[in-house]
């Protein structure tokens, strides 16, 4: 278990501590479910040990995976259904046998992308969010159809980049976190009862992305180096 996840800092530590505590808190005061919860603690696992570039971000990941495109079902999010069962399920399994065959000295070799590749990447992801944003809005129980569109495109371009190992994956993750946080803001005024902790569990990602891009751009210059 150890070589699979790692080594722990303080800031890592004390990060998880915080946000666990606060999804208990949220669970016990809006009486969530249990399973809210579950989803909540394994999406927070999965993006720590990601910053860390841990195997077991993958293994977290499918459980959050499946657990969150429920949620969004229920909370009438289809793209974000379609999205984590049709890409983020496969993309588990591709991602942890890809981090595993990529590694030097026990540790996950770390990538840079060139600025053509990011020009690229971002023309790619306009296009995405406004084709999808239109095909969306023609769904009967629909919510939000733009918003939901940019997170559903931007969360496949950041599970691509995060598979390769380039540490672009963290700025496109931050972008994503924040309309993720919208689109859940919005759902919590129009009565979700979901809404509440999937604003907490989305901050916590916000944050991590913000840490994950730290590691992962002096991961990336050490194996320049």
Do not use: H
């Amino acid at each position: 278990m150890k070589k699979l996840t790692g080594n722990w800092n303080l800031f890592e530590i004390v990060w998880l501590v915080v946000f666990t505590s606060i999804a208990i808190g949220f669970t016990v005061i809006s009486k969530d479910s249990l399973f809210g919860f579950t989803v909540f603690v394994t999406g927070v696992l999965c993006v720590v040990l990601a910053a860390k570039g841990s195997l077991m971000s993958y293994v977290f990941g499918m459980y959050n995976t499946v657990g969150y495109a429920y949620l969004s079902y229920a909370n009438g999010l289809f793209g974000e259904v379609m999205l984590n069962l049709l890409f983020f399920v496969p993309m588990n399994v591709v991602g942890f046998y890809m981090w595993k065959n990529n590694r030097q000295g026990g540790k996950l070799a770390m990538r840079q992308m060139k600025p053509q590749g990011l020009l690229g990447v971002g023309v790619v992801s306009v296009a995405g969010c406004l084709l999808l944003g239109l095909g969306l809005s023609f769904i009967p129980g629909q919510n939000s159809p733009y918003i939901d569109a940019i997170t559903t495109v931007l969360s496949i371009v950041a599970t691509l980049l995060m598979v390769r190992r380039f540490k672009e994956q963290w700025v496109v993750y931050i972008v994503l976190n924040m309309f993720t946080v919208l689109l859940w803001v919005i759902r919590m005024v129009e009565g979700s009862p979901d809404g509440l902790l999937m604003i907490v569990m989305w901050s916590a990602y916000l944050i991590n992305a913000g840490y994950g891009y730290y590691n992962w751009n002096k991961g990336a210059k050490e194996a320049l180096a």
